[in-house]
């Protein structure tokens, strides 16, 4: 009898690593945009069949009935019809898309953090008064109002290229808009037109970072003034 269960708990190993097993890898915007990868749900026949790891993957094995379904409320919902197997492993690679209500989430961040800036004049109401004489416009400390290399070179020591467009190859132009108050500091920072949520997002960042600037002058006396910008990200 002993000689039996010896051989016995010898072969279950065994024929477990005869099993073909795969692997479903989450990819695309679930990666680039940061989500817990633990929030996408595995669903077969309506139920949950259980969910990705921190790391984007889920396992399954020989005998996973199918379609497989992949939902997240803010990605599109994936069909697996299919599944690859091997003897050691056959992994699947899943592209997610972000939809409409996640897009949304990130625009509505960054508008929130754009509102926040808005503690001084009104823009609208800047942009009226600015129709009136400028003596001299407004310009970052040690520049003159025709010459910014001061204020490039802050920009171009101060600027972080996001990794994640680094890593993408996503480059572009962000036009922004902002106020520089009678008293020198920034506020009512806009992006007026975007080209990617870290872009813009580091956009912010680097206009909310500036020092005071010289405010501009309207028969002598400082007065607010709205500043437009374009900020370029290149990869090499």
Do not use: W
Not at 57 to 74: A, D, T
Not at 164 to 193: H, R
Request: hydrophobic share 35%; charged share 25%; net charge neutral.
């Amino acid at each position: 009898m002993k000689i039996v269960l010896i051989i016995l708990t010898a072969f279950i190993p065994f024929t477990a690593f005869l099993q073909k097993t795969g692997t479903l890898v989450l990819s695309g915007d679930a990666v680039y945009y940061g989500y817990d990868k633990s929030e996408f749900l595995v669903y077969c026949d309506n139920e949950v069949i259980g969910f990705f790891d921190k790391g984007g993957f889920f396992n399954y094995s020989e005998g996973q009935k199918v379609p497989l379904i992949i939902k997240h409320p803010e990605f599109e919902t994936i069909t697996i019809e299919e599944l690859k197997f091997s003897r050691k492993n056959a992994s699947m690679d899943i592209y997610e898309n972000i939809n409409e209500a996640g897009k949304k989430k990130f625009e509505d961040q960054l508008k929130a953090e754009q509102l926040k800036t808005c503690t001084g004049s009104d823009k609208e109401e800047v942009l009226k008064d600015t129709l009136r004489k400028i003596d001299t416009n407004a310009h970052f400390p040690g520049d003159t109002a025709g010459n910014r290399s001061n204020f490039f070179k802050y920009i171009g020591q101060n600027l972080r290229y996001p990794q994640e467009c680094v890593e993408y190859g996503i480059q572009g132009k962000v036009y922004l808009s902002f106020i520089v108050e009678a008293d020198g500091n920034i506020t009512c920072i806009e992006i007026k037109k975007g080209v990617d949520y870290f872009l813009d997002k580091e956009s912010l960042r680097i206009i909310k970072s500036l020092p005071k600037f010289v405010p501009a002058t309207s028969n002598g006396i400082p007065v607010p003034v709205v500043y437009f910008l374009p900020l370029s990200f290149k990869l090499n």
